[in-house]
């Protein structure tokens, strides 16, 4: 593609986001950027987080990945489905009782101040360091894809990225992350779908022989029943389970947007209707990826070693000038859909965990605007250092880190709603400090220890298992209700 049309399509993109932002943040309060009023139709923001869920690692790497492990990430899928019905069913009555504005004032009134700011800053930590390590890959491929031509360094590439997230998130908040996320979500699907309509129409398949051509090919297997192996159905069933509860359920970032429905039963009919399109979106993931493969061999393409490098290597070599501007539009709005929602997440979990502020005080609207402005500095930074380190299995491992982090917001939250026990508070920041170094040690040794054993995302489990048994150790009968 030319640098003029990659600079006219990426300036029409932003260009539609800023009137979105001007439009929803009109007279906007503290209460707005927080809460959206509590007004945000459900339907609105069941579609918009298909584009919250799916960044630009899943847009680049769930294709890809199809041609290491077929179709078992659907097991994954299936675990995240229960794991959605769950959230509306258990967690979003007890957010929508207890009228929260952060989620992680609930571990203030069940356990006490310690226990909450562990929790907070647990989310704080693990959503930095992800919304991060995101961002760096989607810009790494813009960088490498389009703007390197342009002569634009890769630290201005992030800076230009954070600061025009930063403009149109820093009036409404998450009342306009829900509307931008419904345009990003159009761009991500219409992205999937018509490069599959795009790939068929090269192959020369009909609808018929395009289903097929998907169901019988190799790479669409699914069920994977060796215990050993990190794709085994019930390691990754209850994984997709235990990420959903933690990344979406427990995660301020995600609950927000749920948090801005008018009722109880809108938020539940959000994240119900939500679970349906989140799998369907993602089959059109796993059925591109075995059209991109399919592709690739028809036409006798090498296929590039990193199997995250294929999407992009087809969709901007060799599927024409069409293909690569929906691929640029799809990356983008994958890359803001989750980075605009963290930035907003991060800065109201500091506001209302850390610095008490009341969402409802007007002259509380100078401090949000600074802590604003100091996490998109803060993400900037971590985003930089990332690129310094420059070795991908460095900063690879740094963002599993921040997996480890999610373990006892599984534990606290699990804690406090299946049992009555009072815990002893002064304790909870060594439990959860404890916890996920006992969970890294146990994992480095599985195989030696346990037969072969390797662990895959079921450290979540162990993890969150460990923080409830260290709080169970720590709790008073004496204390019970």
């Not at 294709?63 to 959230?87: D, H, R």
């Not at 994977?224 to 085994?232: I, V, Y």
Request: charged share 10%.
């Amino acid at each position: 593609m030319s640098t003029t049309l990659i600079s006219i399509i990426i300036l029409l993109f932003f260009a539609l986001l800023m009137a979105i932002s001007y439009f929803s943040s009109r007279h906007a309060t503290n209460d707005t950027f927080f809460t959206g009023n509590r007004r945000s139709p459900w339907y609105l923001v069941a579609f918009g987080m298909i584009g919250s869920t799916i960044s630009g690692v899943t847009f680049i790497s769930v294709p890809g990945e199809v041609g290491n492990s077929a179709w078992t990430y659907l097991q994954f899928l299936i675990g995240n489905f229960f794991g959605y019905w769950l959230i509306a069913l258990v967690l979003i009555p007890l957010y929508y009782k207890l009228n929260l504005v952060s989620i992680y004032t609930y571990l203030d009134q069940r356990f006490g101040v310690r226990s909450y700011k562990t929790g907070a800053f647990f989310f704080l930590l693990s959503q930095t360091i992800g919304a991060s390590f995101r961002l760096y890959l989607a810009a790494g491929v813009l960088q490498i894809g389009f703007l390197e031509a342009l002569g634009i360094p890769f630290w201005l590439t992030v800076l230009m990225t954070l600061f025009l997230i930063w403009i149109y998130t820093y009036k409404a908040g998450i009342k306009t992350v829900v509307w931008t996320d419904t345009l990003q979500t159009l761009f991500i699907l219409g992205a999937v779908g018509i490069t599959i309509f795009m790939i068929s129409k090269q192959l020369d398949l009909s609808s018929k022989e395009l289903v097929d051509t998907v169901v019988h090919h190799p790479y669409s297997r699914i069920f994977d029943l060796d215990w050993q192996s990190k794709t085994n159905f019930f390691k990754q069933f209850f994984a997709g389970l235990g990420i959903v509860l933690v990344m979406n359920g427990l995660d301020q970032n995600m609950m927000q947007k749920n948090l801005t429905c008018k009722t109880q039963k809108d938020a539940q009919k959000n994240v119900f209707w939500f679970s349906f399109a989140f799998i369907i979106a993602n089959i059109f993931f796993l059925s591109l990826g075995v059209m991109l493969y399919a592709f690739a061999q028809q036409k006798g393409i090498a296929i590039p070693d990193r199997s995250d490098d294929l999407f992009p290597f087809l969709a901007l070599q060799h599927f024409g000038t069409f293909a690569g501007a929906l691929f640029l539009l799809g990356i983008l709005a994958a890359a803001y859909s989750s980075a605009d929602s963290a930035l907003t997440a991060l800065t109201t979990s500091f506001c209302i965990d850390f610095l008490n502020i009341d969402a409802k005080e007007p002259k509380s609207k100078k401090t949000r605007f600074f802590v604003h402005i100091g996490f998109s500095l803060l993400m900037f930074v971590v985003i930089v250092l990332f690129r310094i380190i420059n070795n991908d299995s460095v900063v690879t491992a740094v963002f599993r880190v921040a997996g480890y982090t999610y373990g006892p917001l599984l534990g606290l939250f699990a804690f406090g709603i299946l049992t009555k026990r009072k815990v002893y508070d002064r304790l909870v920041p060594a439990i959860g400090i404890a916890s996920p170094l006992i969970t890294y040690f146990i994992n480095i040794n599985s195989e030696a220890w346990f037969n072969g054993y390797q662990f895959g995302f079921e450290l979540l489990w162990l993890n969150g298992a460990l923080t409830f048994l260290g709080m169970l150790i720590f709790s008073n009968l004496k204390n019970d209700e």
